[in-house]
């Protein structure tokens, strides 16, 4: 099992970026496909992007394309969610998860396809 620790969360204003890290330990995250969640009080896990193993493909939910970019260092057994022009709408905790895949180009769109979580980061943003 891949062991998964998210950061980089805070309290920022509306308009803010934000970066935030999910490292693993345990396995190589080169071996996963991961993604990003987030869910906010009295609402239901959502997801916000998606990377391959590779890195070569990604993914994002409708509210975050043009202002989240997912990427990763493989190298430094990491995946990075850049966020931009935040909004309080984007008020949420944040996690990470990873799903072992064996194609390079592999993505994984739901939550029940991850079998790796973080504990996940808070971020606030405020208006």
């Known amino acids: 099992q891949v062991q998964l620790v998210e950061s980089g969360g805070g309290w920022v204003q509306a308009g803010d970026s934000l970066r935030l890290s999910c490292t693993a330990s345990g396995r190589t995250l080169s071996s996963y496909a991961v993604g990003w969640f987030r869910q906010a009080p009295g609402r239901e896990r959502e997801s916000v992007a998606a990377i391959s193993r590779s890195g070569g493909r990604t993914a994002y939910g409708d509210s975050m394309k043009g202002r989240f970019t997912i990427s990763r260092d493989n190298a430094k057994n990491t995946v990075y969610l850049q966020m931009t022009s935040l909004k309080p709408e984007d008020t949420a905790v944040y996690y990470c998860?990873?799903?072992?895949?064996?194609?390079?180009?592999?993505?994984?769109?739901?939550?029940?396809?991850?079998?790796?979580w973080g504990q996940g980061t808070q971020v606030t943003v405020s208006s």
């Open positions: 998860a990873a799903g072992l895949v064996t194609s390079t180009g592999t993505l994984y769109y739901r939550a029940g396809q991850y079998n790796n």
